[in-house]
């Protein structure tokens, strides 16, 4: 269900001090803070989502991977398109 890699563009990660890999590998993301999933969602290019609500709900890498639709819009996504491209980022 979800793909042994998330591609995804460069960028800096300015409040961590580190680079958000192109190519990211699951054990990575599961390990992954709330701070890490928004600077990962800040980054990524077509999403009309705000990264701070990542923070807030304290979503880490785990429950970034397991997180439905429906989850989604009770974070406030409330653009399909937003929601069904986070979730291509995150399955296969």
Known sequence: RIASQLF????????????????INLEDV????PDQVSDWIKSLKGLDISPKIFRK???????LLAMSIEEMESLGISQPSSRQLLKRYLED
């Open 30 to 33: 599961i390990k992954w803070t």
């Open 8 to 23: 995804i563009e460069s960028q800096e990660s300015k409040s961590l001090g580190s680079k958000v890999s192109a190519s």
């Open 57 to 63: 709900k304290k979503i880490d890498g785990k429950k």
